[in-house]
C-alpha cells in the first residue's frame, strides 16, 4: 500500500525529527528529503550565503521527482520539504501532479521557541528573521491548503510541534492518519487485483472438458 506524506514546516519546526519517530515506529518505511535529493542530483542552481539557503532548478527537479514519487507504490514514504509552493500546479503541468500526497502534514511552532531553537542551530540573524516571520504567518499552512484545493494534496494535517509532549503526540496522530488512509487503499488495491483476476482468467466452455487442477496455473 503506498501512501506518500509530505511534511512540512518552517524550517526549526522538527521534520526531520518526527520523521525519523514515524519511521522508527513502522508508521513510514522510507523517508525522502527534497534538499538532499536535490544536491546529489545537481538540481541546485545557486546557494545563498547570507541565509544559507539553495535555489533549485524546479523545473528539471520535477521532471525526474515526480515519476519517482508516482513509482513508490508499496510502502509509506515521507517527504520531508520546508516549502509545500514546489509542487504548486501550473498550467503545463496538467494533471502529473493530482493526488500526488495523500497527506500533507504541517508542523507548526510557538514564535519564542521557535526562534529559540533557530538559535541553537546557529542560524544567521536575517534567517531567523524571515523563518519565524514566516512561521508567524502561516505560509507553510496556507501554501499546502493551497495545494489541497488544487487537488495535489488529499488532506492537510496542521499540528502544533512546540514541546515533547506534542512531539510524541503528534506521532500517534499521523499513525492513526495513515492507518486511516491506508485502509481504503489496500481495499482499493485488492478490488483491483481481483478484477484483474477475472479478466485475465480463462474460463473453459461449456463445449470443452474443464481443466483439471494440475493444468491450472494462476497469474500474477
Known amino acids: 500500500m503506498g501512501i506518500r506524506v509530505l511534511v512540512t514546516g518552517t524550517p526549526g519546526c522538527g521534520k526531520s525529527v518526527i520523521i525519523e519517530k514515524l519511521l522508527s515506529a513502522e508508521v513510514v518505511a522510507d523517508k525522502?528529503?527534497?534538499?538532499?535529493?536535490?544536491?546529489?542530483?545537481?538540481?541546485?542552481?545557486?546557494?545563498?550565503?547570507e541565509f544559507d539557503a539553495d535555489y533549485l532548478n524546479e523545473d528539471d527537479l520535477l521532471d525526474k521527482l515526480i515519476p519517482s514519487l508516482r513509482k513508490h507504490t508499496a510502502t509509506a514514504l515521507a517527504v520531508e520539504h520546508h516549502s509545500p509552493s514546489l509542487f504548486d500546479p501550473i498550467e503545463e503541468d496538467g494533471d502529473r501532479l493530482n493526488g500526488l500526497f495523500d497527506l500533507i502534514v504541517v508542523l507548526r511552532c510557538e514564535p519564542?521557541?521557535?526562534?529559540?531553537?533557530?538559535?541553537?542551530?546557529?542560524?544567521?540573524?536575517?534567517k531567523m528573521i524571515e523563518n519565524n516571520a514566516a512561521e508567524v504567518g502561516s505560509v507553510c499552512l496556507d501554501e499546502s491548503e493551497r495545494l489541497k484545493n488544487a487537488g495535489v494534496g488529499v488532506a492537510v494535517l496542521e499540528l502544533d510541534n512546540s514541546t515533547e509532549d506534542q512531539l510524541d503526540r503528534n506521532v500517534e496522530r499521523i499513525a492513526a492518519t495513515v492507518r486511516g488512509i491506508g485502509k481504503p487503499?489496500?481495499?482499493?488495491?485488492?478490488?483491483?487485483?481481483?478484477?484483474?483476476?477475472?479478466?485475465?482468467?480463462?474460463?473453459?466452455?461449456?463445449s470443452e472438458p474443464?481443466?483439471?487442477?494440475?493444468?491450472?496455473?494462476?497469474?500474477?
Not at 519564542?112 to 536575517?126: A, I, L, P
Open 32 to 49: 525522502l528529503n527534497i534538499g538532499q535529493y536535490a544536491r546529489e542530483h545537481g538540481f541546485v542552481e545557486s546557494h545563498n550565503e
Open 210 to 220: 474443464e481443466s483439471s487442477d494440475d493444468d491450472y496455473v494462476e497469474s500474477d
Open 185 to 206: 487503499k489496500a481495499q482499493e488495491k485488492a478490488e483491483e487485483e481481483e478484477e484483474e483476476y477475472d479478466e485475465d482468467e480463462d474460463y473453459p466452455s461449456s
Open 112 to 126: 519564542s521557541v521557535h526562534y529559540t531553537r533557530m538559535e541553537t542551530r546557529g542560524y544567521d540573524v536575517n
